[in-house]
């Protein structure tokens, strides 16, 4: 039986608690209620279409409905859909863990699976700590603090929010979290008062320095999302800084967790960020762009020193307690090794780099518009901070949801992105043709502008 908009609109409100989202003005407005996908686009359940400009919340690699995709997961299918990982292996999973290790191409060589990137990060916490606990509890006994930045985002659950240091998303659950100590990020937009880029920099660098220098002996690990802190708005952070964050863990011997579940998969113009910066962190957390936008899956990897810890007799208790039901699924794991050949094989991470660097030309009129504060881009990340004012920086009251109103503008026109806060993100479908990305900076000006109209600014 096929539902009309109308019926399904009436079952959406009456029965789905939508993620991220203020139910009582979302039951006021009409849903975007998607029934297929093709490409760089998304088609309603009227038919009518969008460029996905958030590749359905930054995980789409190739496009929609990708017939090699497709392929894999049948060809996985007809074998079987799931069996467990805890003491026993599955075919898919042990061949994308070794394709893994090798495009990471460094000291990385061990991969722990799980399906969603807050549950990557989750495990990074945990491994990190009993790494420490392992190989010596008397010496280490007080290592069981985490650093990360301001404004940082790792996730949902508890322990991911407890690294976590957005005050709007995180503030509600203080009391439920462990002790997390903040360092300044580079935010430059909003750091006038601290110089150029390099002396912004600096300053974050030393600030971490004399956090560590007190307290490294408390500290397990530190966690970063590396080059772009996604959430947070798309904080680009000057060239430099990872590596000094880098080098300071090493000095105050700390282990480095990178938080790659956005970034990863091509969406900064290279494979991983981290290579951008020469980094090699200790423990990696990968998700989102796996498996090119299909299932979910991520994964941890780790060092073989961090793994040799975690070896011991049976009864020493050094065994790694964790794991969720579906770790190492196999329909997850056939798709994302798809995914990964598909990157290579067409090249994508040089064509994110070709097609970046025309986004970059293009992005530049939006700072026509007297409402744009800023544009901030890393590859195939754009953050277009919204303010009311240029030269205060003020942004607007948010229940004007101005933000709101511009993504409700771009829809209209067919282009489907999403506000952080007082910043647009435009992040594409990787895949996502130039053409078609010129077609979203079009939209994204004329959303833009008439909201300049409509409130005469
Ligand atoms: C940097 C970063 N880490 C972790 C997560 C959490 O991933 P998931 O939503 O799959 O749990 C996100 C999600 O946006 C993220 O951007």
Redesign the pocket.
Known sequence: MKYSYEQLEQFDKQYVWHPFTQMKAYVEEKPLIIERGKGSYLYDVDGNRYLDGYAS??VNVHGHNDPELNEALHEQIEKISHSTLLGSANVPSILLAKKLVEIWGGNLSKVFYSD??????EIALKMAYQYWQNIDPVRYKHKNKFISLKEA????TIG?VSVGGMDLFHRIFRPLLFERIEVPSPYVYRMDEYGDEEEIVNYCLKQLEETLEQRHEEVAGMIV?PLVQ??AGIITHPKGFLKGVEKLCRKYNVLLIC?E???GFGRTGTLFACEQEDVEPDIV?L??GITGGYL?L?ATLTTEEVYSAFLGEVHENKTFFHGHTYTGNQLSCSVALKNIELIEKRNLVSDVQRKAQALAGKLQKLYELPIVGDVRQKGLMVGIEIVKDKKTKEIFDRSEQIEHKIILEARKRGLIIRPLGPVLTFIPVLAMKEEEMEIAVDILFDAIAEMVKIKQI
């Open positions: 919340l930054w969603t990137g807050a549950a990557a990060v985002y790792h996730g949902d991911a999302e996604g959430a938080d579940v956005a970034v957390c998700g989102k979910p991520a």
